[in-house]
């Protein structure tokens, strides 16, 4: 809650809940209820979705939480195998639906890798025939856990590079980074506190460093610089009549956008009605 509120002065407005599996933790409805009362106008968890509890789907409705899912496949043998978890591709599925039935916003994210690798069409198929229009894919990043799949002797490397704009990671152990990637570069502690590690030149460096990388990987990996603005830790743009349209590429699908009133068709052929070029005001 200090976090929350030490971001709220700094203007922030945009929280990420994410983990390991921050569904586990059992005050995360608390900190969604805090973060909208200091003034958060977009909250999302990032959730594998498995264990939603009845309070916890509550809090999201009532707070109107935006909620992100990894989905790994579209067979649930490949997708249990990837998370190591015996039925989680059901249980994932069940509160996508749920939350598309409470008119929630939904996105979800697919990590390509050895095991899934042929199922990345099929897995955005079915996520969008089941309503879900705000489909990711992204590769494994040599970072971390990924590290064990893709090697890397530069970690700068592996960033998407939207960790130079404007966001930070605060760990559960206070440890402060610009991104949930890029741990390996500390740029602060909870102690120390959020506003000495904006602030700081460390941060800033780190950023034009990033940018720097990323730059460079336009060259040599078009698709994933095309898809740096929708990475699996970045939560979807917010959309609507008043807002300028998020940036867009021919990987990415359109995100949904409110009020929930479909505009109708729209082709050549259709009549737009009393309104065209030669008709006077």
């Given at each position: 809650m200090a976090v929350l509120d030490e971001a709220a002065g700094l203007q922030c407005r945009r929280a990420q809940f994410i983990g390991g599996e921050p569904t586990l933790y059992p005050a995360l409805g608390r900190l969604i209820e805090h973060a909208r009362l200091r003034g958060f106008t977009d909250l999302e968890v990032y959730t594998n979705g498995t264990v939603?509890?009845?309070?916890?789907?509550?809090?999201?409705?009532?707070?109107?939480?935006?909620?992100?899912?990894?989905?790994?496949?579209?067979?649930?043998g490949v997708h249990d195998a990837?998370?190591?978890?015996?039925?989680?591709?059901?249980?994932?599925?069940?509160?996508i639906r749920w939350a598309l039935g409470e008119g929630l916003r939904v996105r979800a994210s697919i990590v390509a890798m050895e095991a899934n690798e042929?199922?990345?069409?099929?897995?955005r198929r079915l996520l969008e025939a089941m309503g879900v229009s705000n489909v990711g894919a992204d590769r494994v990043r040599g970072i971390g856990r990924g590290s064990r799949e893709v090697a890397s002797a530069a970690p700068m490397k592996e960033l998407c590079g939207a960790c130079g704009q404007g966001q930070l990671c605060i760990s559960s152990d206070g440890q402060i980074s610009p991104c949930v990637f890029s741990k390996f570069h500390p740029v602060g502690t909870r102690e120390g506190g959020l506003t000495t590690a904006v602030r700081s030149?460390?941060?800033?460096?780190?950023?034009?460093?990033?940018?720097?990388?990323?730059?460079?990987?336009r060259v040599r990996e078009p698709v994933v610089a095309a898809a740096v603005e929708c990475g699996p830790e970045r939560p979807a743009p917010p959309c609507g009549p008043e807002r300028p349209a998020p940036p867009c590429g021919p990987e990415r699908p359109a995100p949904p956008c409110r009020p929930e009133k479909d505009p109708g068709p729209c082709n050549p052929e259709r009549d737009p009605g009393p309104c065209r070029p030669e008709t006077a005001p």
């Open positions: 939603l509890s009845r309070e916890l789907k509550a809090a999201f409705a009532r707070f109107d939480v935006d909620l992100a899912f990894s989905v790994y496949a579209a067979r649930p990837i998370t190591g978890q015996g039925g989680s591709w059901a249980k994932t599925l069940a509160s042929d199922q990345v069409a099929d897995t030149g460390e941060l800033q460096a780190f950023r034009a460093a990033a940018r720097s990388s990323h730059s460079e990987l």
